[in-house]
């Protein structure tokens, strides 16, 4: 699994490197050029590299405390705590997505830099994102079907192992001598469930390093240092519960050392990765450019798309309509508070990034 995590990944970054050439623009293409007195390229250089530092170092802490339960038991997944932290994290990926990344690119497809036919004749965005809501629905069921498959078939052999050890564990001891081992319908479910935790976690990463890259790039290239100094405190308080709630979705798929770190490694570095690659272009990305309202436009329409329906689908609702929650009143509660705190707190944070 992390191999193909790995292979969708890179496939991202060459498209980024195919159309982050069309997104400069240093002729007539220009629009708009920022003269507010914040403008101030010498300033804002500091200031991009405290971005750096911050966010890499709240990413890393984000995604990394769901993986220490060893230390931090209040946080494995069979407790409440980490029902509640989890579903505020996915309040913050649907803010995320509802209130940063879909406005914005509606404000750059309608931009006035934009010709009236056909931006302004049609809603891009919204046709972008559900069509990315419909692609993610897509790869999520087929990733399921064809995961299954390869289980079923002993190609991916760590669930067959798994319930192996689980199989002997539970009925060794009592059947083993009689009769051997017996297929359990829990077993079953449960590999069922844990293949639908590694779908989910792998497509909830790629979603999150779409829009990671795209946000990154803008904040390198801007030098409106009073932009930054909001971005930089936004963009560390999204990483770190984002980080948490894909953190919990990775400890849920129980990957292996190798494939936690390879997660861990591309959602921490993007966002950085971004902001660096931005600083390289500051001097030819022209921010209002029609070709960069485009491409940059477009893609946060298609990571808004995803991250909605990952929000919803994948974290909200398979968590509230799970057995856990469904049996407890009071966690339900509890975790719809979390939902609305970590929404609403992600929204104001619109005010500002």
């Known amino acids: 699994m992390d191999t193909s995590l790995v292979k969708l990944i890179s496939i991202f970054f060459i498209i980024i490197s195919i159309f982050t050439p069309q997104a400069l623009s240093q002729s007539d293409d220009e629009c708009g ?40 038991p209040a946080l494995h997944p069979d407790r409440n705590l980490f029902v509640v932290v989890k579903a505020f994290a996915a309040g913050i990926i649907l803010a995320t997505g509802f209130m940063h990344v879909l406005p ?3 404000d750059m497809l309608t931009s006035s830099c934009l010709k009236d036919n056909p931006w302004h004749k049609f809603p891009f965005s919204g046709f972008v994102a559900m069509l990315s809501a419909i692609a993610t629905l897509m790869v999520d069921s087929l990733a399921t079907s064809i995961y299954s498959k390869k289980c079923n078939s002993g190609v991916i052999p760590e669930a067959g192992e798994r319930d192996q050890e689980r199989a002997v564990a539970s009925f060794g001891h009592v059947h083993g001598h009689a009769h051997g081992l017996s297929p359990d319908p829990k077993d079953a479910d449960s590999s069922q469930q844990l293949l639908r935790y590694r779908v989910i976690a792998m497509v909830l990463e790629l979603g999150i390093v779409v829009h990671s890259i795209v946000i990154g790039l803008s904040v390198g290239a801007t030098n409106n240092t009073c932009t930054i100094k909001g971005l930089i405190a936004a963009l560390c308080f999204h990483q770190m519960f984002e980080g948490m709630g894909l953190g919990g979705c990775i400890l849920q798929a129980e990957y292996k050392l190798m494939k936690r770190l390879v997660m861990v490694f591309f959602f921490s570095v993007t966002t950085p990765f971004g902001i660096a690659l931005g ?56 975790s719809y508070v979390a939902v609305l705190l970590g929404a609403g707190g992600m929204s104001l944070m619109a005010k500002w990034a």
């Open 279 to 334: 600083i390289a272009l500051s001097k030819t990305y022209k921010e209002n450019s029609p070709s960069s309202l485009i491409t940059v436009g477009l893609l946060n329409a298609s990571s808004a798309g995803l991250l909605i329906y990952m929000a919803l689908v994948d974290l909200l609702s398979a968590d509230f309509m799970g057995p856990k929650l469904q049996g407890n009143i009071k966690l339900q509660v509890k």
């Open 33 to 72: 050029e920022d003269t507010s007195s914040c403008n101030d390229k010498s300033a804002a250089l500091p200031l991009k590299i405290i971005a750096i530092v911050t966010i890499l170092i709240t990413s890393m802490i984000g995604v990394c405390l769901p993986l220490f339960t060893r230390w931090i």
């Open 104 to 106: 914005d690119s509606f």
